[in-house]
């Protein structure tokens, strides 16, 4: 896993909340931003780990997120450790 692909899998982790309203809305009420500051921050590195942190810290969603990406959960965390923020969370690998 580099930089290049730890963003695009955090770009696909947020096409996958913004397919899902239920998702979405938890991330929302969680982060306290709104949808449209998460639209223009949407290609924010910073933004895309906290997208992949609302994954981590929610197993289920986070399992069924890699299964439908085809993906093990720990390509999550490592690809979360790249982003900005990502050497400070505690997830191991």
């Not at 590195?45 to 994954?55: C, E, K, N, R, V």
């Not at 085809?70 to 390509?75: G, S, T, V």
């Amino acid at each position: 896993m580099n930089y290049d692909q730890a963003e695009i899998l955090g770009l696909q982790a947020l096409s996958h909340v913004a397919q899902h309203e239920e998702i979405l809305m938890a991330y929302l009420r969680l982060s306290g931003i709104t949808p449209d500051e998460l639209k223009d921050s949407a290609a924010n590195p910073a933004t895309l780990g906290s997208i992949l942190d609302y994954f981590l810290q929610n197993e289920k969603k986070l399992l069924s997120f890699c299964e439908t990406m085809e993906i093990a959960p720990d390509q999550l965390k490592k690809a979360r450790q790249l982003l900005p923020g990502g050497e400070t969370v505690p997830y191991s690998t």
